[in-house]
């Protein structure tokens, strides 16, 4: 079955430390998303990419946030200064067509900021 | 008008038992509306999907209900066997916009063999 791949599976930063968070998506996917779950609460959506920009972002999402498809196939999540409020786990999700495309998750990347 | 309220928060059924997670919505422009499952340490998954132009689908031993005119969807899990137990996600999206997700608080759902 084909899945959404995201290294690393945890990584701990310093405050103010540079995150980048990789995703590859399946194959034949061409809308990617990325998702964030901090811990025991709601999954909340971040940004959605399509054709090398961003098509949609949520408050979340701010200057200190931004995603990039630099080889075509990985799909990543920079934090440029990472605040302690950003700890939680980050998924990668994608789909095949917009519409009613199903949308699959990877198993996240947990980030612990310290 | 953003959120989905999602209950009960948990849920603990015996095995062969129903379990029903409730979930209600404001934004009239939301049109699709799934419920996705996740195990510990895994991403969600989806489980199944509605869109409002009907009133039930049902997938094996899965069934959404959906309510339009009070704004409501459930999940009911026939025959609910200790494998389901996990964390049940309601969520919705806007036409043309359904990658962007809002989802439910979750419900942690335990099945007592």
């Known amino acids: 079955e084909p899945e959404v791949t995201q290294t690393p599976s945890h990584q701990v930063t310093q405050m103010g430390q540079e995150v980048i968070l990789r995703c590859v998506p399946i194959?034949?996917?061409?809308?990617f998303y990325w998702y964030r779950q901090i811990l025991g609460q709601k999954v909340e959506f971040l940004v959605s990419?399509?054709?090398?920009?961003?098509?949609?972002k949520s408050e979340i999402f701010d200057d200190q946030f931004s995603v990039e498809r630099p080889d075509g196939s990985n799909f990543t999540l920079k934090i440029r200064s990472t605040k302690l409020e950003d700890s939680a786990m980050y998924f990668c999700?994608?789909?095949?067509?917009?519409?009613?495309?199903?949308?699959?998750f990877g198993e996240g990347s947990r980030l612990t900021v310290l | 008008q953003q959120q989905v309220k999602q209950s009960p928060q948990s849920l603990i059924v015996q095995k062969g038992g129903i379990s029903i997670i409730n979930c209600a919505y404001e934004?009239?422009?939301?049109?699709?509306f799934p419920w996705y499952q996740q195990f510990p340490g895994k991403g969600p998954a989806l489980l199944i999907a509605?869109?409002?132009?009907?009133s039930e689908k049902k997938e094996g031993r899965f069934t959404i209900s959906f309510n339009k005119s009070a704004k409501q969807f459930s999940l009911h899990i026939m025959d609910s066997q200790p494998g389901d137990s996990a964390t049940y996600f309601c969520?919705?999206?806007?036409?043309?916009?359904?990658?962007?997700?809002?989802f439910g608080k979750g419900t942690k759902l335990s099945v007592k063999p």
């Open positions: 999700a994608t789909k095949d067509r917009v519409g009613t495309g199903e949308l699959f």
């Open positions: 194959s034949n996917h061409l809308y």
């Open positions: 990419f399509y054709n090398n920009e961003i098509s949609e």
């Open positions: 934004n009239t422009a939301f049109d699709y």
């Open positions: 509605i869109r409002p132009d009907v």
């Open positions: 969520a919705a999206s806007r036409a043309g916009s359904q990658g962007n997700l809002i």
